[in-house]
């Protein structure tokens, strides 16, 4: 019966495929199998209460508008809201400056309808965020990649593309606890990039969702923070965040803050999709945040995440064979781990869910292949718990089959 629809489907549609992560929930419903292959908040932060007390004043303080068509631009009171937010980290900008996006995923998808046409290259680190290559493949970009080592972004490997002459669209990057890395760019590297971008007139996509998760010394200074100290404006990045990993991924409340003009495009292609972000999920996050709730609610994710971090770290440095290698982020909710050569973590995803253990392999983040022997683990989503015993079973695994291979 759906055979009338299958030559229809526009080209662009071929390219795109199903999520790996998502396809994983289906294989992983079993109740014995501890997955770490997510990138879910634990549910046990989501503020319940205060969301609806939050949502309890919005119907007695504005109903109408909180259930009415909104501007596509946002409800300006959060708008305002987040322009104070980037204020306070550096980037001194005004609510007209703020567009509120339906999740962070949305300014992805909308971005890379303004800015990519067929072959048109853009840069993006190597390895990156699955969710904006999956925005981004139907529209058939050039993906020139640029490594990442524990430091973030190879920028100076970044220069090198530039220097052969290549004119990217723009460049996507990670800058705090990337995924799926947990890396974050190094400060001098931050500067250098921005220096960078100013050079060769690099427009820069930075992403920014778990730059308030940070567990050890100081929030990492946003890419756009030091483009506004340098430049005394957003001129080279557009800075994309959200509340999904802070209040609930459920609001689907995000933002871009860039410069007015990019904003205006970006308002025109956002009407033509949703006409606006949900006013009711608007008005209860600005409420929450008017309320306080951030600053009351983000140390307890901090130090929720920062336990399970340090016992994923701790559990995988008493189990993992002597050549298994993994990074040691300073927040956000994944840890990389990179196996010998030999091993293809893809094909041995079905072996360890014969262990009762998932993850995610590492290639499905490499947007021309590559890292076949990696894989990403996530710590926010499993208790402390789970952890332990599921990092057990995958160290039983390894160490299992490292010692076949070496009979």
Not at 184 to 190: G, I, K, T
Not at 335 to 353: E, G, K, N, S
Request: charged share 15%.
């Amino acid at each position: 019966m759906d055979g009338i629809w299958n030559n229809k489907y526009a080209r662009g549609t071929n390219l795109v495929t199903s999520s790996i992560i998502r396809d994983l929930l289906h294989l992983t419903q079993r109740p014995a199998v501890i997955s770490f292959g997510g990138g879910l908040p634990a549910p046990e932060c989501f503020p319940i209460a205060a969301i609806q007390a939050a949502t309890n004043e919005v119907f007695a303080e504005q109903p109408l508008a909180a259930l009415q068509y909104g501007p596509t631009e946002g409800f300006m009171p959060l708008r305002a809201f987040v322009a104070e937010h980037m204020a306070a980290l550096g980037a001194g900008i005004s609510g007209e400056q703020v567009l509120i996006t339906s999740g962070s995923q949305q300014a992805l998808d909308l971005l890379g309808r303004l800015m990519i046409d067929a072959g048109a290259p853009i840069l993006v680190e190597d390895p990156t965020y699955l969710g904006a290559l999956q925005a981004w493949r139907p529209h058939a970009p050039q993906f020139i990649t640029v490594p990442v080592d524990e430091q973030g972004v190879q920028v100076d490997a970044l220069e090198r593309i530039l220097q052969s002459g290549v004119h990217p669209r723009f460049f996507y990057i990670m800058s705090s606890f990337q995924n799926p890395m947990g890396v974050s760019l190094a400060d001098e590297r931050r500067h250098a990039l921005i220096a960078l971008a100013a050079r060769y007139r690099l427009p820069i996509i930075e992403d920014d969702p778990y730059g308030e998760l940070y567990y050890d010394g100081n929030r990492p200074t946003p890419l756009a923070a030091i483009d506004m100290q340098m430049h005394g404006e957003l001129r080279h990045v557009a800075y994309l965040s959200s509340f999904s990993k802070l209040l609930s991924p459920g609001m689907r409340v995000g933002w871009i803050a860039a410069s007015p003009s990019l904003l205006a495009k970006v308002a025109q292609l956002k009407q033509g999709i949703d006409l606006h972000t949900s006013s009711l999920s608007q008005s209860v996050v600005y409420t929450a945040c008017r309320d306080g709730l951030l600053a009351a609610h983000v140390p307890n994710i901090r130090q929720i995440y920062r336990e399970r971090r340090d016992t994923m770290l701790n559990a995988l440095h008493r189990t993992m064979p002597r050549t298994v290698r993994w990074t040691h982020p300073h927040g956000g909710m994944f840890i990389w781990v990179t196996l010998p050569r030999y091993f293809d973590a893809t094909a041995l995803l079905q072996t360890a869910l014969e262990y009762d253990v998932a993850y995610v392999p590492g290639t499905c983040f490499y947007a021309n292949g590559g890292g076949s022997n990696s894989l990403r683990l996530n710590f926010s989503m499993p208790t402390v718990a789970q952890i332990e015993e599921g990092i057990a079973r995958l160290g039983t695994m390894l160490h299992t089959l490292a010692h076949e291979k070496a009979a």
